[in-house]
């Protein structure tokens, strides 16, 4: 016991001085504009007066999203947008706190409370929180409906983790992935009623305001999406992102991007069909996720939230030490932000504004590990 006091007592410290950085960082976000809520919540407001949420000229960036995405903004178009942004603020960050105790709860029963704490506040100094916290992204709000439909998921409850499933879909449009894993899992049932969710709000969305706007969205909206120049902005963290930091050649960047993505789906895959411990598995398509996604801006990294966990968990059962090293150099890597990167536009240089890519890529290869030992861990 006397061991473990002075350990609770460095990790609240550090739990203490981190929610105190971030409920400042917090607060200046609320008093200022969080750039892609606003961007969201101007497009829902139009959406709501019937108007072509895609052409405002107001919002200062193009709309990568759907309109029965903007129905989950709606309700905050009711209030004045300082209001509306800082409840969306604290709910991204109750839905962060939420995520990491939720991701706990998978392996542990009893979640001991200085890891609870240690690894919350590793959280929220990560980088990929406070872009998304920043930004106003729903990252984190899409990540906890996520894991509560992988919960049910493995308790047998198919109807409400498909439901939730294509609630998370409709909100985060690249979790459609998702439907890859299940899909191999055999969860028919599961499937149904995540396409009935999705189905259902797309026609509410089109019947109630206007059905043409989804025609729009995918012909005037989606092929500007699929050019790949400017890949190598350092926000974007993914395979494409490493790739065309290296070649120019936006043919030579589409196949090898394509190659190795289809290489990690691939093993993603085939761990899903052949291993039957479920949090590996989930954990390693949560990775795959922002490795393979063309556009993976740096917030997306906050879904690593649950693989950190699981991974951190299994290898301290197997009392692998160097490899939970290992992962600590991963956390420093998708955590770490260069604040100016431009300084590091030369080759070879340029290669270190890949930090993300690499960490998430040791990340894969520790999860990938796991999936190989022949240790039974449920």
Known sequence: MKRKTPLLIAVGILFFFTSLLTIVSLKKI?????????????????????????????????????????????????INYQLAQGIFLLLSLGTTVYSVFLSFKVVLSKIPAKYFLFALALTLLSFPTKFTLGMGQNNAIALLILLFSFLLFKKDKPIPAGILLGVAISLKTLFVFFLIYYFLQKRWKLLLYTFITIGTLTIVTALIWHYGWYDYYLTRVIPPLLNLSGREIYYNQGIMGFISRIFTDLALRKNLSTLLSLFLIVAAGYFTLKKKNKNLTFSLFIITLPLI????????????????????????????????????????????????????????????????????????????????TNRNFE
């Not at 809520?37 to 072509?52: I, Q, Y």
């Not at 770490?336 to 894969?364: H, R």
Request: proline residues 6%; without cysteine; aromatic residues 20%.
């Open 30 to 78: 609320i008093l200022s504009t969080a750039p892609d809520f606003n961007v969201l919540w101007l497009a829902s407001k139009d959406l709501r007066l019937e108007k072509n949420p895609y052409i405002n000229p107001e919002i200062f960036t193009g709309i990568g999203y759907p309109t029965n995405t903007l129905f989950f903004y709606m309700p905050f178009t009711l």
């Open 293 to 372: 996604d063309t556009l993976s801006w740096q917030h997306h990294f906050v879904w690593l939230i649950f693989p950190f966990i699981v991974v951190s968990y299994y290898l301290a059962k197997l009392k692998r030490y160097g490899l939970l090293i290992l992962l600590g150099i991963s956390y420093l890597l998708v955590s770490w932000n260069f604040k100016d990167p431009n300084i590091y536009s030369n080759y070879p240089l340029k290669l270190l504004l890949s930090n993300q890519f690499f960490g998430t890529i040791l990340l894969w290869e520790l999860n990938f590990y796991l999936l190989t």
